[in-house]
């Protein structure tokens, strides 16, 4: 017999394929990560990763397992899921988070008109940084985050807002004089880095290693919090791209916003654990929708 918290842990590699982020995603130790893996293994009779020590791989064997595995453990959560709703109902604590004053804004609305609709709801918002919204959502200290897509490994919402996306350098740089600039132009200044254990996903959609071209992007410093970035900015350190409500609610003297004519927008939305796609969750997600239409 398999163990729910094994699966997920498996689950989980399979889709990192690095014991560490792992590790912290599941709130558990390497060595249990490593453990639980080789129980697994041991009851399947065959490796399930390839494992060196610079890479982990799954194998066709475990490759297969986790294609098969997932959609059933998406319906198993959403069968616990409807159990706990129909104990529940629409009320309780419901934790919200939110990443930047821009997300707040819309959080700010989705929440009074939830709370009008679900008054047996306590409605707590909470302040995420970029380092710490993932593990705060899989520990379920939050339960729902308003963020920038793209956010792997969780379910995304509708989308809420659209904003062009702008290139913040520092102020006195020759490109701050531009009306705006080709995202090409990544390949030709160091980009403020995001931290490792966020997803690959979003790392390539913030700061990626090439641009469409293929040109070569050039890594600078890393930053911790979006604070961080913009001070890095300022100081020189590099550019980074970032949404256009970045130069309304984060002014600074030393950091300039020149709009990027030919990168994709930013996306906003809500996000949640595919696991806690609870009650509450869902109602707050549809006044979510409700409270911020799509432009036009």
Request: hydrophobic share 40%; charged share 20%.
């Amino acid at each position: 017999m398999w163990e729910r918290h094994e699966l997920e842990t498996f689950l989980t590699l399979a889709d990192e394929l690095h014991f560490g982020r792992t590790a912290e995603r599941s709130g558990v130790s390497t060595g249990q990560v490593s453990r639980t893996i080789q129980r697994l293994e041991r009851r399947v009779g065959a490796p399930l990763f390839e494992r060196t020590s610079r890479q982990v791989r799954l194998t066709s064997i475990g490759r297969r397992l986790a294609e098969e595995l997932a959609p059933v453990m998406v319906d198993l959560a959403a069968a616990i899921g409807t159990a706990v709703d129909a104990g529940r109902g629409v009320s309780g604590i419901l934790r919200v988070g939110y990443m930047t004053a821009g997300a707040e804004n819309l959080l700010l609305r989705a929440v009074e008109l939830f709370a009008g609709r679900h008054g047996d709801c306590d409605v707590q918002m909470l302040e995420a940084q970029i380092d710490d919204a993932e593990p705060r959502l899989r520990n379920a200290s939050i339960d729902v985050l308003v963020a920038a897509y793209p956010f792997p490994g969780m379910t995304c919402g509708p989308v809420l807002m659209r904003e062009p996306r702008v290139l913040a350098v520092p102020a006195g740089h020759d490109l701050a004089r531009r009306d705006s600039v080709s995202i090409e132009i990544l390949a030709e200044h160091p980009v403020i880095q995001l931290p490792s254990e966020m997803a690959e996903e979003f790392r390539q959609d913030r700061t990626p290693s090439h641009t469409p071209a293929g040109f070569p992007v050039p890594e600078g410093p890393v930053g911790t919090t979006f604070a961080g970035i913009l001070s890095l900015v300022a100081m020189g350190k590099g550019v980074y791209p970032v949404g256009a409500h970045t130069e309304r609610y984060y002014p600074r003297s030393g950091v300039a916003y020149v709009p990027m004519h030919d990168a994709p927008p930013v996306l906003w939305g809500p996000v949640w654990l595919p696991t806690n796609d609870t009650a509450m969750v869902r109602a707050f997600v549809q006044a979510a929708r409700d409270a911020n239409p799509p432009e036009g």
